[in-house]
Structures are given as structure tokens and as C-alpha cells.
């Protein structure tokens, strides 16, 4: 069985902490249980969690959707956002994870990426040293979530075409986003053998396209 890969890189920087962090896990595992109700996406999604703070952690490795089970993300009282080592450790990741076609065997569909982000990289030259990376594993959507007022769309723009923005990090807002994110991945799911990058789904109306 050829597995669709989703990557989700979350910022649990010391801006998230308290409410927005609850509310990030909330969202989080209405995502999960509304994907578990999609067989396709039993049969074909694997995922991986990677959170980036002061610190970056694989919280996840790359799991089955079968076997997945979310942890409780939770984040420092204060700290940087070191996103570029955040793609750092996704870069190595995917590099590892992801299987290649050989000529007896067909490899992983393309892989998904999720970034969410309330603030603005920390260590903003190794962010923009690592986007050409990133932009050659060959991902079929580079999805990233800038959320508040303190989050930089500009810059994430460096990083993908498909920005989104939240006005805030409250509860109903991170569902809405999930929700869509949900969606997003069982397009994926379909567009799979197709060649083509994802056609994203419209987005509610508490996410921003940022053009």
C-alpha cells in the first residue's frame, strides 16, 4: 500500500501558552477523529508531529493513522520561535521517511505540509536557508498557518504559495482551521496518481487566504 505522508509543524513557542495551547489540542484531536471516519484515509495516511519552541521535538515519528495517538502538545511559559530549526528537522525527516519509487516498486505519494505559526522565526537566516530545501522534497501542498496579530504572513510567503491567516488562536477559530485542514488531506487522498499538485478546498470563513 502506498502511504500519503502528512507533516505537521507546530510553534509552541511562549506566545501559545495557556489558551491557545488548549486550544491547539483541541483542535488537533477533532482533526484526528474525523479522519479516522474517512477509510481512505485509514488505508493510506501516515503522520508525523514535530513541534519547534526554544527547542525541536519529533513528538510524533511518522505513524499510521491506524496506530496514531496524539499526545498532549504543551509549550514553555516564554522562548523563541526557532522555526528554521524546525524546518531544519523536517527537512531530515522527510529525507529519511519518505520512500522512493524503484523500479520494482512504486514509493509514498507525494508528501502533505502543515505549518502553524503565531509569531515570526527567531532564527530567521537558518529559516531562509532551509526554504530551498524544503521546496526540493518535492511536497504536493506546502500549507503554512500564520495566527494573531504577531504573525508575519510576508515571511511565510518566502516559504509557500498557500498562506492562511487567523485573526486569533481561540478555540472555534483553530477548529474551523483544522477542520479545513481535514479536508485538505482527503483531497490529497484523492488526487493521489493524478501527478498533480493538491487542489486545496475553499477555505471558512475564520481563515484568510493571504494572496
Not at 502538545?73 to 531530515?92: A, D, R
Request: with cysteine.
Amino acid at each position: 500500500m502506498r502511504r500519503l505522508p502528512v507533516y505537521f509543524l507546530l510553534d509552541t513557542s511562549g506566545s501559545m501558552y495557556g489558551e491557545p495551547i488548549e486550544a491547539l489540542n483541541n483542535a488537533l484531536s477533532g482533526m484526528f477523529n474525523t479522519l479516522r471516519s474517512d477509510p481512505q484515509a485509514l488505508d493510506s495516511l501516515w503522520v508525523s508531529i514535530i513541534t519547534f519552541d526554544r527547542e525541536v521535538k519529533e513528538i510524533v515519528p511518522l505513524t499510521e493513522l491506524v496506530n496514531f495517538q496524539l499526545p498532549a502538545i504543551v509549550c514553555p511559559q516564554s522562548g523563541p520561535t526557532h522555526t528554521g530549526l524546525g524546518l531544519e528537522m523536517l527537512h531530515q525527516k522527510v529525507k529519511q521517511d519518505v520512500r522512493k519509487g524503484t523500479e520494482s516498486q512504486k514509493g509514498d505519494w507525494k508528501p502533505l505540509l502543515f505549518l502553524f505559526t503565531d509569531g515570526k522565526p527567531s532564527d530567521i537566516q537558518l529559516y531562509r536557508e532551509m526554504i530551498p530545501k524544503i521546496k526540493n522534497l518535492g511536497f504536493g501542498a506546502i500549507v503554512a498557518c500564520a495566527a494573531g496579530h504577531l504573525a508575519d504572513d510576508s515571511i511565510l510567503k518566502e516559504l509557500s504559495t498557500t498562506v492562511v491567516h487567523l485573526d486569533t488562536c481561540d478555540s472555534s477559530t483553530l477548529k474551523s482551521f483544522f477542520r479545513w485542514v481535514s479536508d485538505t488531506i482527503e483531497q490529497g487522498n484523492k488526487s493521489q496518481g493524478t501527478g498533480e499538485s493538491v487542489e486545496l478546498p475553499p477555505p471558512p470563513e475564520e481563515v484568510i487566504m493571504v494572496i
